[in-house]
C-alpha cells in the first residue's frame, strides 16, 4: 500500500476527531502530493482508489464500524469500484474528500466519494463493499444491526438506487467459487 503512512496518520487522527454517524458524510483533507501525480503533474487516475480508502477508514474509525467489525472478526473488502473524472487536481493542490454510505443491496453496502476543490466537485466515484468474517462475507442485516447496536439505525429505505445495482451486478464477474475462464477478447 503506497499510502501507508497517510492510511495511519488518518486512521489516529480519526480517533480524536468528532464522532459521526455511519449514514453522514465525513471529510478530509488531503493535498495532492508527489507520489500522487504522474508525469502530467495531476493525480493519477488509479491514485483516487488507494485515496478513496483513506476517506473510508476516517468514516468507519469516526462512526464506529472500524471497531464493531474488529471486534467481530470482520474487515472491509471492495467488491466493485467506479469512477468518472471532471476535472484534473493537479500537483500540490488542497483537495477534501467527501465520504458517505449511500444504501446497501442485498449483498454489498455502497459508499460514494467527491473530490472537491474549492466547492468544486472534480472527481465521483462508487464503491460497492463488504465485510468479510471466518465464514465468508457478512450478510447486509448483521451489518445493519451492529450500526443499530452502536446507536445508529440505519435510515428507512436505506436501498440504493436501481442504476447502482444494476452496475455491480452488470459489471460483476462471477464469484470467487466459480469458474471464470480466460478464453481471449
Not at 507520489?35 to 487516475?45: F, P, S
Not at 463488504?130 to 450478510?139: A, E, F, Q, S, T
Amino acid at each position: 500500500m503506497h499510502v501507508i503512512f497517510r492510511a495511519l496518520l488518518i486512521l489516529l487522527k480519526a480517533r480524536r476527531r468528532r464522532r459521526t454517524s455511519p449514514w453522514e458524510a465525513t471529510e478530509i483533507t488531503l493535498r495532492a502530493l508527489p507520489t500522487d501525480v504522474d508525469i502530467l503533474m495531476h493525480i493519477n487516475n488509479g491514485q483516487y482508489f488507494s485515496l478513496f480508502d483513506l476517506g473510508r477508514y476516517d468514516m468507519m474509525v469516526r462512526s464506529g464500524l472500524w471497531d464493531g467489525a474488529k471486534q467481530r472478526g470482520w474487515h472491509p473488502v471492495v467488491q466493485a469500484e467506479q469512477v468518472t473524472f471532471r476535472k484534473s487536481v493537479n500537483f500540490m493542490t488542497k483537495f477534501q474528500i467527501f465520504t458517505k454510505l449511500i444504501g446497501v443491496d442485498d449483498r454489498c453496502f455502497y459508499i460514494e466519494h467527491r473530490v472537491v476543490v474549492d466547492g468544486e466537485i472534480y472527481v465521483r466515484g462508487y464503491v460497492a463493499g463488504r465485510l468479510i468474517g471466518k465464514n465468508g462475507p457478512v450478510p447486509i442485516e448483521e451489518i445493519l444491526q451492529m450500526a443499530a447496536e452502536q446507536g445508529h439505525p440505519a435510515p428507512e429505505n436505506f436501498e440504493v438506487s436501481e442504476d447502482l445495482k444494476a452496475w455491480r451486478r452488470d459489471f460483476a464477474l462471477p464469484a470467487s467459487r466459480r469458474p471464470a475462464p480466460h478464453t481471449g477478447f
